[in-house]
């Protein structure tokens, strides 16, 4: 296993596109949060605004870009021709993978937690000047609030699962741009695609299983009641579609020829 991380990462880090994606993770997301942390406002009357989801809105970007890159770890040494290349030297399919997941999880993690945290402080900076004070009822998003930590942990944990998603479907459909096609429609379309559902019941049930929604939902810190699905139980939700889709892609990997 040490010789097949040792590998993946030296492929990872000598392609120069992926470092440009990790970095554009921390650009966009940052960037992002930033323009809306500037954009809202909440005056003396109030707003129902939440400051610690207004400050980590960034990652609705971000995880688009982290997205491509758990495909491209997989999907891009079928497209080159590499991948014999390295079932030759390691027979173990499983162990490709594993290797793959842990190196892709690593990079987005670091990558994660300066996107993150970057997001936060440039709502912290500039949310109180846009009325999110503690004389209005919505002080601007800190570490030093319980809630608020659990919004930076989890949210760094879901950036690291879409990729883990992203490489699950890739390992299937081997394909760069269908694999892409495919984790930004579960992400993106699907709840656009609910939103033609009328029976509230059955509209609330699809938010809980959406991975952007549910996943999403563990950057709540106010009204939590009130969303469809709690923030560690959104959580989960992402956690399970992406086992099932590295379960499918290992499943897959050691059944079909490379």
Not at 30 to 46: D, N, Q, R, Y
Not at 72 to 78: A, K, N, P
Not at 133 to 159: E, F, K, N
Not at 245 to 258: I, P, T
């Amino acid at each position: 296993m040490r010789f097949a991380i040792r590998a993946e990462w030296t492929k990872l880090r000598t392609i120069a596109g992926n470092a440009w994606l990790a970095g554009a993770v921390i650009v966009l997301t940052i960037g992002l949060s930033a323009a809306v942390s500037a954009a809202v406002e909440c005056t003396s009357a109030g707003c129902d605004a939440d400051p610690t989801k207004i400050a980590l809105t960034g990652v609705v970007l971000g995880q688009a870009i982290v997205a491509i890159l758990g495909a491209l770890m997989m999907s891009g040494e079928y497209g080159t021709g590499m991948i014999g290349a390295t079932f030759a030297a390691m027979p173990r399919r499983s162990t490709v993978l594993t290797a793959k997941a842990l190196v892709l999880s690593g990079v987005v993690l670091a990558a994660g937690i300066v996107a993150v945290l970057g997001s936060l402080l440039a709502g912290r900076l500039l949310l109180p000047g846009n009325g999110f004070t503690a004389g209005h009822g919505r002080p601007a998003p800190s570490l030093a609030d319980g809630q608020t930590m659990r919004a930076v942990i989890g949210t760094i944990l879901y950036v690291v699962l879409v990729a883990l998603l992203s490489l699950g479907i890739a390992t299937v459909v081997r394909d760069a741009a269908v694999a892409i096609g495919a984790v930004l429609g579960v992400l993106f379309l699907f709840p656009i695609l609910i939103q033609v559902v009328e029976d509230p019941d059955l509209y609330r049930h699809l938010q809980q299983i959406s991975p952007l929604i549910a996943g999403l939902a563990i950057q709540n810190t106010m009204n939590v009641a009130d969303a469809p699905i709690g923030p560690w139980a959104g959580l989960g939700v992402v956690a399970a579609w992406t086992a099932a889709a590295l379960l499918a892609g290992g499943l897959v990997l050691r059944r079909r020829d490379a």
